[in-house]
């Protein structure tokens, strides 16, 4: 086992709450020569957060995960409220999965009063979810950004369940000259396909049963796609069919260029095909790359 892997079983995982401590742990750990791995989160771990902070573990000296439910990337009308929270679960979940470092700042640490910069990937962020929601990319790049300079990691974990927000935060790494190498790892899912979300929790039991039809309608554009048609419009129509077969509001359904995410009318190798769709009150999204 890795040396440091192995001193993080034996020592106690750490709760900082501060700026300040945060940012001394991690200077302190970056002069005694150790790499540090981040996993952003907004809590209520589930295992595809578990799968990047196992990752963190093996790649990194110090695994620090962040957990902060950020109200910037919410939406008026959105969940802020009501998204799920159990700090003791977490706490749990984080230590057995290898975390050195937890860290978990309020509201007022991270935007005290009179808080007024914000980042903004032009562009990228305001397609597919960002036309639904237009400011929440903006507070996902301001928060990840912020997460960075206090934590300075080495590395970062990002799952491609979210691969709007993963290609957003490489662009502003790149363009910022931020210095982490970005990792995404594949989205988790659920025996029946689903993928796994914290919002999966907001779920009736008769939603949870259809909600499954948007990784379905996924696996359907790949096989059509693998048995020779490439027509995005025609392929998306008959998807479409079947995800509003079970009564569900479709947000967008897209084939969408994997750097640009700007609509292909060709379905090809590193098109990215998204969905998000209201199943009931919970929006949920999921996507498939077309390799
Ligand atoms: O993916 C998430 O949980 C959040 O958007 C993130 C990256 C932790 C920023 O708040």
Redesign the pocket.
Known sequence: MHCEASASLINRMKVIKTIEQMQFFSQHGKKLGKTIGLV???GYLHSGHISLIKRARKDTGIVVV?I???PT?FGPGEDYKRYPRDLERDRELAKAAGTDVLFVPSNKEIYPDGYSTYIMVEELSEKLCGISRPIHFR??TT??AK?FNIVKPTRTY??WK?AQ?LII?KKMVSDLNIDVKVIGLPTVREKDGLAVS?RNKYLTKKEREIAPVLYQALVQVKRMVNSGESNSAKVLKEVKNLIKAKKIKIDYLKAVNLMSLKDVKKLKKKTLIAVAAWIGKTRLIDNMLIK
């Open positions: 952003p989160t907004m962040s902060y439910v950020n990337q507070g996902v928060i990840v997460l990002f799952g979210d927000q935060i914290s």
